[in-house]
């Protein structure tokens, strides 16, 4: 999870988010090259007089300043699309998770699984223990298993919410109506903290999302302990 003056990026724990750390570094390099030339040709201008008696036209140097920009923008575009088309793809999930927005928690559906079904709210302020962390902790978390294939699917009741996990590389819309899926792989367990990014109301801020990633046996487990009750 984010913590005080984080204002990066978050450490992955997904092979997609680990992906998209290296294309935002990528975008990142190249957007400091342009600054720094631009900003030394712009420096330099002050010491240009502006009169050269033998300048008419600069074909030239008119098609390298035309050509060269479109071509970093192909080292952009390439890549961006890779990622873009590689988030999209679905490779056999193990375990498929349904989650539907309400105003204002989250409610979630094991549907692989005699349906079991919960809502996660949030844990109010003055309820929280000392190990809580506040206005991100939640009654009900989401268990799932690590290193597995997780298949989402994320839907609403009333209005648009979005169900974001940052660390996973997880954002993905819910709208009533609709049904959105997307996929992810855990690297390893813990818990992943995510909160809605639509919004979506006067509580908004306060439907937090807690991913516990746990090893498959222990997931099995809990699975078998909620069916039988
Ligand atoms: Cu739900 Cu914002």
């Not at 873009?84 to 989250?106: A, F, M």
């Amino acid at each position: 999870m984010s913590t005080w003056a984080n204002l990066g990026l978050q450490d992955s724990a997904s092979p997609l988010m680990e992906q998209l750390i290296f294309f935002h570094d990528h975008a990142l390099l190249i957007l400091v090259m342009i600054t720094v030339l631009v900003g030394y040709l712009m420096f330099m201008l002050f010491f240009n007089s502006y009169i050269n008696r033998f300048l008419l036209h600069g074909q030239l140097i008119e098609m390298i300043w035309t050509i060269l920009p479109a071509i970093i923008l192909l080292f952009i575009a390439l890549p961006s699309l890779r990622l873009l088309y590689l988030l999209d793809e679905i490779n056999e999930p193990s375990v498929t998770l349904k989650s539907i927005g309400h105003q204002w928690y989250w409610s979630y559906e094991y549907s692989d699984f005699n349906n079991i079904e919960f809502d996660s709210y949030m844990i109010p302020t003055n309820e929280l223990t000392n190990d809580g962390f506040r206005l991100l902790d939640v009654d009900n978390r989401v268990i799932l298993p690590m290193n597995s294939q997780i298949r989402i699917l994320v839907t609403a009741a009333d209005v648009i919410h979005s169900w974001t996990i940052p660390a996973l590389g997880v954002k993905v819309d819910g709208t009533p109506g609709r049904l959105n899926q997307t996929n992810f792989f855990i690297n390893r367990p813990g818990l992943f903290y995510g909160q809605c990014s639509e919004i979506c109301g006067a509580n908004h801020s306060f439907m937090p999302i807690v991913i516990e990633s746990v090893p498959v046996n222990y997931f099995i487990k809990w699975i078998s302990n909620n069916m039988n009750s």
